[in-house]
């Protein structure tokens, strides 16, 4: 019998932490790809390549905020600008 089994949202695609706070109030701002905490109100770059591990993502969107996660050690690739 064909059991349809629903995969939910992993944890990791929950709302991105600060990296600078810990407090997941980080907002996109105008521009792309930027990113602003309205808690400890520091501004942030979503970066291609993991400030962890060097690893290379491909952002497909940057508005995507399942992107800020590094598919390789799970860290974020938010820089602080
Ligand atoms: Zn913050
Ligand atoms: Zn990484």
């Known amino acids: 019998m064909g059991t349809i089994a629903l995969m939910s949202e992993p944890e990791s695609t929950a ?41 290379h993502s491909t952002i497909a969107r940057m508005s995507d905020t399942a992107n800020m996660v590094c598919r390789n050690c799970g860290s974020t690739t938010l820089r602080r600008v």
């Open 15 to 55: 709302e991105p932490e600060c990296p600078g706070c810990g407090q997941r109030w980080l907002r996109a701002t105008s521009l792309p790809g930027r990113y602003r905490c309205v808690y400890c109100l520091g501004r942030y770059e979503l970066r291609s390549d993991c400030p962890s591990c060097g690893a």
